[in-house]
């Protein structure tokens, strides 16, 4: 039988100072973000921005996106992003890029990372420190529909 080893496994042996546990990664304070959106009714327009969350403070990894939401018809499609903060750049895509949300379904990021600190957002330099906002992009218009889209960020800081 053989014994294998995770990357993070073999710090506590090391002897060299540059290849011990790098700071933070050996523990941390997850937190769970919850929102929800309802659909007005009517059509969202391509381009269209929906803020979620109330604004990642720095330092937060992400570990998971979750959303779930109902049919919004007429090959609909939603990314969900980030705006740029003083040390971290736009992504319009980062958590999720181009998701079809013509039928009623479920997306999670978790599956598709290739590796656990997806994104961390760095601390900046000015006072008070900025937050993070995270935003769905609407890009293919839907048909007016109602019912609500639910999204959940799980973050780790340390």
């Known amino acids: 039988m053989a014994l294998y080893y995770g990357a993070n496994a073999t710090y506590p042996e090391n002897t060299t100072p540059s290849a011990f546990v790098p700071p933070g990664d050996g523990g941390g304070t997850l937190k769970t973000w919850f929102d929800s959106y309802a659909q007005p009714g009517t059509a969202l327009l391509a381009a269209d921005v929906i803020n979620l969350f109330p604004g990642l403070p720095p330092q937060q990894r992400i570990i998971d996106f979750w959303m779930s939401f109902p049919a ?12 740029a903060n003083e040390k971290d750049a736009a992504s319009a895509a980062g958590l999720a890029s181009v998701v079809s949300v013509t039928s009623a379904g479920q997306y999670r990021t978790s599956t598709t990372l290739s590796n656990w600190s ?23 218009v839907g048909t007016g529909t109602t019912g609500t889209n639910y999204f959940v960020l799980t973050t780790c800081s340390n």
């Open 118 to 140: 997806c994104q961390k957002f760095n601390v900046g330099t000015t006072l008070p420190m900025k937050t993070t906002q995270i935003q769905g992009l609407v890009g293919t």
């Open 72 to 83: 919004w018809g007429n090959s609909a499609t939603l990314s969900v992003g980030w705006l």
